[in-house]
């Protein structure tokens, strides 16, 4: 029996054991046939059933596993380099320009200081102010803009841009500025208060020094030239005085005020001698805006014509002249008597 019948009918009596509780089935069973002798007859086999054995059951093989194969690495194309654009500059925003402060200029103030009538001081100065259009100003007689009272307050205009003038006594002012358009820009004599528009400048007032003949004396003589001669209503010139400084001058011997002038750079400042100064020998005397002497000259104010008048002399400078006339005189009779003798 070949090996494959061998199993089938195997199959065959294991499936009646189990079918028949453990009894087994007598079958005929194959003879397996002697090697046929060459002379006696074999008997004939008997058949094979014909019932189909049943089915010998597949084993599921385990299935073997399967070897995930090792994926041999790709061979990395060599990367084209990508090439590196060329930046686009980016523009810089043109900066929006701040809108243009403007400027105005700082109001202008002008004082005049109390002068003299004669030998008499005056009581007051006056403090003027102009500005321009919008801006305010105010004075003070406080140097605090804070918490101020009606009694602190000594001018202020009516409304923004109109110049005033007020006349105070010798003292200390505080004046301040305000523009209600635009800020200031020169401030010249003016402070800016920080962090505010608002622009403050101290004002002094100062108590005429008015002359006197007493400080006429051979010490304090000079301190500038002046020309020997001059007429009634003409100018006179002085010179050698400090260029810039503003200056007063004095006619004596009745104190006469010449006004005031500021002393030009070359030292000179222009006068005018009053049509009614009476003509004869007179002095000059110049003083600085704070009344300090800075010097005298004598002159001779000449009548029509050019001469001398007998009125109107300076008295000291017509003392002098008599001494020198007497000592002149009486050299002459001492020159005569000498003649007599001979």
Not at 125 to 137: A, E, K, M, Q
Not at 138 to 167: C, K, M, N
Not at 220 to 244: C, E, R, W
Not at 302 to 330: E, H, I, K, Q, S
Request: glycine share 8%; hydrophobic share 40%; charged share 15%.
């Amino acid at each position: 029996m070949s090996p494959t019948r061998f199993r089938r009918a195997a199959a065959v009596v294991a499936l009646s054991v189990l079918a028949f509780g453990g009894t087994a089935v007598a079958a005929q069973a194959e003879v397996v046939p002697s090697p046929e002798p060459t002379v006696s007859v074999s008997p004939t086999p008997t058949a094979e059933p014909t019932a189909e054995p049943t089915a010998e059951p597949t084993v599921a093989p385990t299935p073997e596993p399967t070897v995930t194969p090792t994926p041999e690495p790709t061979a990395a194309p060599t990367a084209t380099p990508t090439p590196t654009p060329t930046p686009t500059p980016t523009s810089s925003p043109t900066p929006t320009p701040d809108p243009e402060v403007v400027t105005v200029p700082a109001p202008t103030v002008e004082v005049a200081q109390p002068g003299c009538t004669g030998l008499n001081p005056a009581a007051k100065g006056t403090i003027t102010i102009t500005p321009v259009d919008s801006v305010d100003w105010i004075i003070l007689d406080t140097d605090s803009l804070y918490g101020i009272g009606e009694d602190d307050l000594v001018a202020q205009p009516d409304e923004p841009g109109e110049a005033g003038s007020v006349e105070v006594a010798p003292g200390t002012y505080y004046a301040y500025a305000y523009p209600y358009e635009g800020e200031f820009g020169d401030l010249g004599s003016w402070t800016r208060i920080p962090d505010d528009l608002v622009i403050a400048r101290t004002i002094t007032v100062t108590a005429a020094v008015c002359p006197v003949a007493d400080q006429l004396t051979d010490a304090t003589k000079g301190g500038f030239t002046a020309p020997a001669t001059v007429a009634p209503g003409a100018p006179i010139v002085l010179s050698g005085l400090p260029a810039g400084a503003t200056v007063r001058a004095y006619l004596f011997s009745v104190p006469t005020d010449l006004g005031s002038a500021t002393v030009a750079a070359d030292g000179t400042v222009r006068l005018t001698i009053p049509a009614s100064t009476t003509t004869g020998t007179h002095r000059i005397a110049v003083y600085n805006a704070d009344g300090t002497l800075l010097g005298w000259q004598q002159v001779q104010v000449l009548a029509a014509g050019g001469t001398l008048a007998v009125t109107g002399v300076d008295p000291v400078a017509g003392a002098v002249g008599a001494l020198v006339l007497v000592a002149a005189g009486g050299a002459l009779v001492l020159a005569r008597r000498r003649m007599a003798t001979r």
